[in-house]
């Protein structure tokens, strides 16, 4: 599926991922490819992003790996699913 992170200061990351784990307001949950369209707002915690993630170099920073598994820490934040392309909007 094609993940955006969108942060107020700048895109974060635009690519093919394989999953994504998000903390959610009522526990965290994982999007999957072919995922049912979905909206949630989420809350402080860590994303975790599963594939082999290429990032531009300034935003490379942000984000902890483990293995093939890319971390990002938010405050809070929404995100969107429809036909494959997920929006992670987060602070």
């Known amino acids: 599926m094609k993940l955006e992170i969108v942060s107020p200061e700048a895109q974060l990351f635009s690519g093919e ?11 965290s949950f994982q999007i999957l490819n072919n995922h049912a369209p979905i909206v949630s707002t989420l809350v402080s915690g860590v994303v975790q992003i599963q594939g082999n993630l290429i990032f531009e170099e300034e935003n490379k920073t942000k984000f902890t790996q483990k293995g093939n598994v890319f971390c990002l820490e938010i405050n809070s934040g929404v995100i969107e699913l429809f036909e494959n392309k997920a929006i992670l909007l987060t602070d």
Request: aromatic letters at 0%; proline letters at 9%.
């Open 17 to 27: 991922v394989e999953s994504i784990t998000l903390p959610g307001a009522l526990g």
